[in-house]
């Protein structure tokens, strides 16, 4: 599925037509016809066709990919479960070793800490049109540039 959708808004004591299922999850009619493509029945051959909100919230969490994929500058938040772009489209890159490290960046809807985690010679594709904070320092992003921390890290010890 190239969207996710919460499964939640299926209720189990329901049953939906192709046009209420259609309505609940803003999808067109062609969606719900590709979800029972994809595995989606009916709870009988009568039409109307109506679907059983347990069946679709069981086929919802089978078919929906437990992280969407991100774009650039886009980071996926735990808590609204969905990608979000970091507020004031800034994030902090904290290197976890010399080659990778997460983009921290805040959620704009909840608030939360949302981070990814990238290679460090991925940051420039990953952060999008987003601005990068080293540490504390303001940089910006320079794809050719090797990581060359001439000095450790100082995190005060192990
Ligand atoms: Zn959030």
Redesign the pocket.
């Known amino acids: 599925m190239t969207r996710r959708y919460d499964p939640r808004r299926a209720l189990p004591h329901l049953s939906y037509t192709r046009e209420q299922l259609a309505g609940t999850f803003k999808v067109t009619l062609t969606t719900i016809w590709s979800w029972t493509k994809k595995g989606l029945h009916p709870i009988d051959r009568k039409r109307p066709y109506l679907f059983a909100g347990g069946d679709v919230r069981k086929f919802l969490q089978a078919h929906n990919k437990p992280r969407q994929p991100t774009g650039p500058g886009q980071i996926y938040?735990v808590?609204?479960k969905?990608v979000?772009q970091p507020a004031g489209k800034v994030v902090d890159f904290i290197a976890l070793s010399p080659t990778n490290g997460d983009l921290v960046g805040r959620?704009p809807?909840?608030?939360?800490r949302?981070f990814q985690r990238v290679r460090t010679a991925d940051i420039a594709t990953k952060a999008g049109s987003l601005t990068v904070r080293y540490e504390g320092d303001v940089a910006t992003i320079n794809t050719d540039a090797e990581p060359s921390r001439t000095e450790p890290l100082n995190e005060g010890g192990v």
């Open positions: 938040c808590a609204c969905q979000t959620c809807n909840c608030s939360r949302i």
